[in-house]
C-alpha cells in the first residue's frame, strides 16, 4: 500500500516536472484562470510549481557535475 502511494507521488512529480519542461521550452503553460474553483486551482498551481522547483533541483545538481556542460 505504502509503494504504491510512493509510485503515485513519483509519477504525479514527473507528470509536474514534463509540464513544467514544455512550458519552459515553447512557452505552452496551462490556464489556471479557467479554473472556476479556488481551491481546486490552488491544488494545481501547487503541482505545477512542484515540477518547476525539480527541474530548477535538477539542473542545479547536474550543473555541478563535469559530465554536463551549459551551452548558449
Excluded at 505504502?2 to 507521488?9: E, N, T
Excluded at 519552459?24 to 490556464?31: D, H, V
Excluded at 481551491?39 to 554536463?68: A, C, H, M, P
Amino acid at each position: 500500500m505504502v509503494g504504491k502511494l510512493i509510485h503515485y507521488a513519483a509519477d504525479a512529480v514527473l507528470i509536474s516536472a514534463v509540464l513544467a519542461g514544455i512550458r519552459r521550452s515553447s512557452g505552452l503553460t496551462f490556464k489556471t484562470d479557467s479554473i472556476e474553483s479556488k481551491e481546486f486551482r490552488s491544488v494545481i498551481e501547487s503541482f505545477l510549481n512542484i515540477g518547476e522547483k525539480t527541474i530548477d533541483f535538477g539542473t542545479s545538481i547536474l550543473s555541478t557535475t563535469s559530465f554536463f556542460e551549459r551551452r548558449p
